[in-house]
């Protein structure tokens, strides 16, 4: 195969080192009878690693410049020229396996998009392992009070658990980003079964950040939850949402659900 050049417009910078590979390999730790779906396998790098571990391996990849290759590199391999955006994940599961696994390298200005979509798929994704921007992957395991405490940091928490495995250089990628790099791991917890709870959450929690140096009572107030007085809620509206952890969030969330008449109508990702 010629060699591909990276294109800016799909994120990609594409990693080389195989001590990195591998020690990605060894967090995933993949098992025979896992169900995983690869986001961007590029030139195949990690899914060479993968495919020999397990028997249901799922790879999306949206560049059409490497399907040929990755076709006859890996004839097992199930491969979906797609936006991993625009899939819908239930499609891919079976009676047998009821939990998917979601790896990659993933384009860093994606990483949010590719986050909110498996929050909205929390009860069937078991856990993900992605290379991110390590800036991000700080803000996404910080703790409640930390400067990188955020949305989601937050979202996160309540989503499941954040594990910031190990930080990656920018020399291990062609091309070299700008920026360093992190592998996170992250399990989900699959009890967050209530869509509409989970939709509320994540707009009390965009709420409440709108503004890092408001008060919550101020930040709520010029949200879309302004019509509600907090005031009987339980969580102490002189703080600001940095200081506030995911049990206040949650007391949050339940006393808007029951005083947010219009919210299916309002809420939004």
């Given amino acids: 195969m010629d060699k591909i050049r990276p294109l800016k417009r799909f994120g990609q910078n594409f990693l ?88 990659g390298n993933i384009p860093y200005n994606l990483t949010s998009p590719i986050l909110f979509k498996l929050f909205d798929n929390n009860t069937i994704v078991q856990d993900a392992v992605f290379m991110v921007q390590l800036e991000v992957a700080k803000r996404m395991s910080a703790s409640m009070g930390s400067k990188d405490y ?54 009390i929690v965009k709420a409440s950040f709108g503004n890092r140096r408001k008060t919550l009572k101020n930040s709520l107030g010029n949200s ?7 005031t009987k809620c339980g969580v102490d509206l002189s703080l600001r949402a940095e200081q506030l952890n995911i049990n206040n969030f949650i007391v949050l969330t339940e006393f808007a659900n029951k005083h947010f008449i219009s919210a299916d109508s309002r809420i939004s990702d």
Avoid: C, W
């Avoid at 399907?67 to 239930?90: A, E, G, S």
């Avoid at 879309?224 to 907090?230: G, K, L, N, P």
């Fill in 16 to 103: 080389q080192d195989q001590n990195i590979l591998k020690k990605i390999v060894t967090e995933i730790n993949p098992r025979q009878d896992d169900l995983i779906m690869e986001i961007g396998p590029g030139q195949g790098a990690l899914t060479e690693k993968i495919i020999e571990r397990t028997s249901d391996l799922i790879a999306v990849e949206i560049d059409s410049r490497v399907i040929d290759n990755l076709k006859n590199r890996f004839p097992t391999l199930n491969l979906l020229q797609y936006d991993f955006l625009d899939l819908d994940l239930h499609n891919y599961l079976n009676p047998s396996k009821d939990k998917i696994r979601i790896i």
């Fill in 224 to 230: 879309i939850f302004a019509s509600i007085d907090f």
């Fill in 150 to 203: 955020g949305i989601l940091s937050v979202l996160l928490n309540y989503f499941g658990e954040t594990k910031l495995a190990f930080k990656v250089s920018p020399n291990v990628f062609y091309p070299k980003p700008k920026v360093h790099s992190a592998v996170v791991h992250i399990y989900f917890n699959s009890s967050r079964v209530d869509k509409r709870i989970n939709s509320l959450f994540k707009s």
